[in-house]
């Protein structure tokens, strides 16, 4: 019985440090990934300013074609919305909708990820020469939920790999329209 009891303290203490120290790790979760598209940033804003044009480029439809999509608002800018619904575990259900954008420089857009949370991505745009270099990026805040805490240090590597495939995915995509 005392070997019982010793153990049982030992994975409170240990579940009472994790939790301590989760509200020591940062309280935003941050992705970033850039490519250069050899096109200038009039070429390459139109498929970034309508949900209906990330279709063509997507890095999630790839992981499941049968993902249920709808768009609401305008064809594209402030207000183009998009939600979708897949029973794939990678890409879930969630929506995302427009809320600035500047031609040919800059989109962001709020994502809501149901009880996932939520989040803001962007895609800034910045001409070198005859060609633009593409950022694309998630910021999220984790709130005070220690296991939320935890999952946002993996957050780069569970995002960063689809952000990366999501730029090839449209700088092919732009620079065959050449």
Do not use: C
Not at 10 to 38: H, K, N, Q, T, W
Not at 78 to 90: I, R
Request: charged share 20%; proline share 6%; net charge negative.
């Amino acid at each position: 019985m005392q070997v019982i009891k010793r153990i049982l303290l030992a994975l409170l203490v240990l579940v009472l440090l994790l939790i301590g120290v989760s509200y020591l790790l940062p309280g935003r979760a941050e992705v970033s990934r850039s490519i250069v598209i050899d096109a200038p940033p009039a070429a390459i804003f139109p498929y970034v300013n309508s949900m209906q044009e990330t279709e063509k480029w997507s890095p999630w439809l790839e992981r499941d074609p049968a993902t249920q999509l709808t768009y609401s608002g305008p064809e594209a800018g402030v207000g183009n919305a998009l939600n979708w619904s897949s029973e794939h575990q990678q890409v879930g259900t969630g929506s995302q909708e427009i809320i600035e954008s500047v031609p040919d420089q800059t989109v962001r857009t709020a994502l809501d990820f149901g009880s996932m949370g939520t989040a803001t991505a962007s895609f800034d745009l910045v001409p070198e020469g005859d060609r633009t270099q593409v950022t694309w990026g998630f910021v999220t805040d984790l709130g005070l939920n220690p296991m939320a805490r935890w999952m946002g240090l993996m957050m780069d590597e569970w995002v960063g790999g689809d952000y990366e495939r999501g730029l090839s995915n449209l700088k092919v995509l732009v620079e065959t329209q050449r």
